[in-house]
């Protein structure tokens, strides 16, 4: 038990280099096996550009359950803009407006 703690000690003050994406994904399988999440939400900020000049912005709503559902809600969730991955199926909602 002691020996444990002066292992993690020693990790705590000198942890490993991670200099290549690989170590990196080594080291976080490592961390979080059999501790990943299930379900997943993200934003993105989206910045639109025309000839090197920015036209517009938008924001996608994402949303993910492993292994084999993702949304993308594109702008104002409620307003039905978006496209769902099922498997091997997609599926777009109908676009509505504001009213």
């Not at 280099?17 to 997943?40: C, S």
């Not at 199926?89 to 407006?97: A, F």
């Amino acid at each position: 038990m002691l020996l444990s703690f002066y292992l993690t000690l020693i990790l705590l003050i000198n942890p490993p280099k991670i200099d290549t994406a690989e170590k990196l994904l080594e080291a976080m399988q490592k961390k979080y096996v059999g501790k990943w999440a299930h379900t997943l939400t993200f934003t993105q900020y989206n910045t639109h550009y025309e000839k090197d000049t920015i036209s517009g912005t938008s924001v996608w709503y994402e949303a993910i359950k492993y292994p084999d559902k993702f949304r993308i809600d594109f702008g104002d969730p409620s307003l039905g803009n978006a496209v769902l991955f099922t498997n091997e199926m997609i599926q777009c909602t109908s676009l509505r407006t504001k009213n």
